[in-house]
């Protein structure tokens, strides 16, 4: 579920800048190491932390579109790629020098142990990962779908051009998605940084992953990212069962090269043009 | 460009200090520097000059290291040439399925790729060593100054052949095949076996460098194939230039010399090169090489495209060209329903749309290129809607054409041509598509002497804040029909304009 989050982020900025943010990755670990700064620091209780992390990401998000993305809209998709890269290795050079280096544990949402539901035994903290997530999916669906809000941002997304011409103000949308973008990872953070550690160099494996579901789950369609990351959560968790983690990984990049060399336009093919 | 003797002082001077008055230390570091040149000149050719950005170029890299280091106890300096191959053989065997793809879908494969060597690099603990990975083997490969030596003049006659080539003609290929790939195939290049060697080349040498890299070091671990090692090597061409000769080198020396630089930074140098990337990608796109050669002065300014006819004299002919009724389906896709509208000498009107609403069929229609299923097309009385293209062209409506796959000369050339042809009214079909603002402006200040030449003018573009400067009127297309037309401050406040485009349907997000 928290692959969902990230891959929901991940494919909001993707349609709102028109290119991958290989920062992405960054500022899920971001999430998870704010979540582990403020926490430390302010001593709150979980539940008043998840919005402070989310709202830190997401000035975060809003800067990335000022620096990396808005001044290279008129510039091929491959200037921003290099910028949001650049901004990546700036995060994790950040955090690498902040955090000396150590992997450290986010704190837990719910408290932690298990209880049994109908004979199932049951984590604490899974549970919360499913259930703020769907929320946070929900929410996002909700958006998107039936606010005016949501609707200018799909607007933005699918032709930013004409946006423009019926008096949208592109560049607030595109700020405003990717902060929307970054408070979704950095909740994603906060959730994963509990269960696995906060290790500054995990950005670009996060980034991966988002960006195999979303090419999975056909480029830009934000129910086919949610799909394509909850079947990478699965296929990992079935894989590395059997066969070990190592294989797991190898499985899903030989995977998505299989896919990508039988369907080069992607699995699904392209609902509107390029969109690079 | 011819490499000026400024670079080629630059170009040398390293491996002669490093040979004549820097301690082994010292040597040491320029040999590194040589070694991230060779890698970093490779990547020119993929990501400088195809355009693609390869994220494999690290694992390529690495995969030269891996077989330097086993190879070097039997086959002892000739392991470099097998890391040579153990690099180029795998890129030349993925290289068909993968140059397909489109750029975004191109990282994530050469992502993939890479993820997949690392992976292997640090399970496949029988021949890799895994983590500890693998050691003891350098005796057998060129070491210190020999090994400087030979990085050099691999990499001086690297950057010397790459200069060379890329000057004349091959350059202007690589431009084209960049920029317009369409328009390339039509001149003739072959795509497909240019970009293959391109990357087969690119892989050989980040191999060779890999192989160095181990003979220096003496261990190699799977950190090589890691990604960090990529992104050093993107960011390192893009800080130095991206297709500038001395670009990579340039990197590599900044890469190496930074962190020595800087050291009461310690850690914090990465940080200051990923910062530095950053600020060169926004306000350098060319590269600090680039840059360097501009503060010189030493670059030739851009040619001036051939340019905009200063003067649009006047032309006889019709008075007003009208569409009336005009519908057209292809299949069962109705593309114009029922649109109808006019422009009269001294106009210019404005056509826009959502993407496939049918304003460049609707420009094919009245210029002849389709022919409408129902309607009339009109200059004045004189019935067009049946003639050929050429006579259409003949009548008095001159066209151009999407230019995407058009360099900016060859749009300029093509916009002078229809108003040369002396026809009194123009289809323009986006004539400011992805061009820069000074063309812009250039291009507005041309559509007003049209104008005022008392041509009638037809455009369709994206640019809505151009057309609603220029256009005495807009008119709006949605799935086939005039939902809109009048001043373009109204057209653009119409509700039905935004609702037609805001209820976009069927496309996620």
Not at chain 1, 2 to 23: E, Q, T
Not at chain 1, 63 to 81: D, H, K, Y
Not at chain 2, 315 to 342: E, I, M, N
Request: proline content about 5%; glycine content about 12%; hydrophobic content about 55%.
């Amino acid at each position: 579920m928290a692959y969902a989050l990230v891959a929901l982020g991940f494919v909001l900025a993707l349609n709102a800048a028109g290119a991958v943010n290989f920062a992405h990755g960054d500022l899920v670990v971001l999430g998870g190491a704010a979540a582990v700064f403020i926490g430390a620091w302010l001593g709150l209780p979980s539940i008043l932390l998840l919005p402070i992390v989310a709202l830190a990401i997401g000035i975060v998000g809003i800067v990335a579109a000022r620096v990396a993305i808005l001044p290279l809209a008129n510039r091929p998709p491959e200037a921003t790629f290099v910028a949001t890269i650049a901004l990546a290795a700036i995060i994790e050079q950040s955090l690498t020098i902040a955090m000396a280096g150590a992997p450290r544990t986010a704190p837990s949402l719910a408290g932690s142990g298990s209880f049994e539901i109908a004979g199932l035994v049951v984590g604490r903290q899974p549970l919360a990962i499913v259930v703020v997530g769907a929320l946070l999916v929900a929410a996002v669906w909700f958006l998107l779908e039936h606010t005016q809000i949501g609707r200018r941002m799909r607007a933005v997304a699918a032709d930013r051009h004409m946006a423009r011409a019926v008096g949208i103000p592109v560049a607030r949308y595109v700020v405003l998605s990717l902060a929307l973008s970054g408070a979704l990872a950095g909740i994603a953070g906060f959730l994963l940084g509990h269960q696995f550690l906060v290790a500054p160099t995990q950005g670009a494996g996060h980034m991966l992953k988002a960006y195999i579901a979303v090419a999975l789950g056909g480029w830009g369609s934000v129910p086919g990212a949610l799909l394509g990351a909850l079947g990478i959560g699965i296929f990992e968790t079935f894989v590395s069962a059997g066969f070990g983690d190592a294989w797991a990984s190898a499985a899903l990049y030989i995977a998505v090269l299989a896919v990508l060399a039988l369907r080069p336009q992607g699995l699904f093919g392209e609902p509107v043009g390029r969109r690079a | 460009m011819r490499p000026s003797s400024f670079w080629l002082i630059v170009l040398v001077l390293p491996p002669v200090m490093a040979l004549t008055v820097l301690p082994p230390f010292g040597q040491r570091m320029v040999t590194l520097a040589g070694i991230y040149g060779l890698m970093g000149l490779g990547y020119q050719l993929v990501f400088g000059q195809l355009g693609a950005l390869n994220l494999a170029q690290g694992a390529l890299f690495g995969l030269g290291a891996y077989a330097a280091a086993l190879t070097a106890p039997v086959l002892g300096p000739f392991a470099l040439i097998a890391a040579i191959v153990a690099a180029a053989l795998p890129a030349a065997l993925v290289a068909g399925p993968l140059l397909r793809l489109q750029s975004h879908y191109f990282a994530l494969a050469t992502l993939a790729l890479a993820s997949l060597v690392n992976l292997a690099a640090v399970h496949a603990e029988s021949l890799t060593g895994g983590a500890n990975g693998l050691a003891g083997f350098a005796t057998a490969l060129p070491r210190g100054p020999v090994l400087l030596v030979m990085v050099w003049v691999c990499l001086i006659a690297g950057v010397l052949l790459y200069a060379w080539l890329f000057e004349g003609t091959l350059g202007k290929k690589a431009h084209l095949l960049r920029d317009a790939p369409l328009l390339a195939a039509a001149h003739g290049i072959d795509a497909a076996a240019w970009r293959f060697t391109a990357f087969v080349a690119g892989a050989a040498l980040a191999g060779l460098a890999g192989a160095c890299s181990a003979a220096l070091s003496g261990v190699v671990s799977p950190d090589v194939t890691g990604f960090s090692v990529m992104v050093l090597c993107l960011t390192l061409v893009v800080l130095g230039g991206a297709r500038h000769p001395m670009g990579a080198v340039l990197g590599a020396v900044l890469a190496v010399g930074l962190p020595e630089l800087l050291r009461e930074l310690q850690g914090a140098w990465l940080l200051a090169y990923a910062v530095a990337t950053l600020a060169v990608v926004l306000w350098a796109p060319e590269g600090l090489a680039g840059l360097i050669d501009r503060l010189r002065g030493a670059r030739r300014p851009p040619p001036v495209p051939p340019g905009l006819p200063d003067i649009v004299p006047p032309v006889p002919g019709a008075q007003r060209l009208t569409v009336d009724g005009v519908s057209k389906s292809f299949g069962g896709v109705q593309a114009l329903a029922d649109v109808s509208l006019l422009v009269d000498r001294g106009e210019i009107v404005g056509l826009i749309g959502p993407n496939g609403s049918g304003k460049t069929t609707l420009l094919n229609v009245i210029s002849g290129l389709d022919h409408a299923d129902e309607g009339a097309i009109a200059l004045d009385d004189h019935r067009v809607e049946g003639l050929p293209a050429h006579r259409v062209a003949r009548a008095g409506i001159g066209r151009t054409f999407q230019a995407l796959e058009l360099a900016g000369d060859t749009r300029s050339a093509d916009l002078a041509r229809a108003v040369a042809t002396g026809a009194a009214f123009l289809l323009l079909d986006e004539p400011a598509a992805g061009i820069g603002d000074g063309e812009r402006r250039a291009l507005e200040a041309f559509l007003a002497k049209v104008r005022d030449s008392g041509r009638g003018v037809l455009i369709v573009d994206h640019d809505i804040e151009l057309l609603s400067r220029v256009c005495d009127r807009l008119v709006c297309l949605d799935r086939g029909r005039a939902i809109a037309a009048g001043r373009p401050a109204e057209v653009r406040a119409d509700a039905r304009v935004r609702a037609s485009f805001l209820g976009l349907d069927g496309v996620a997000a």
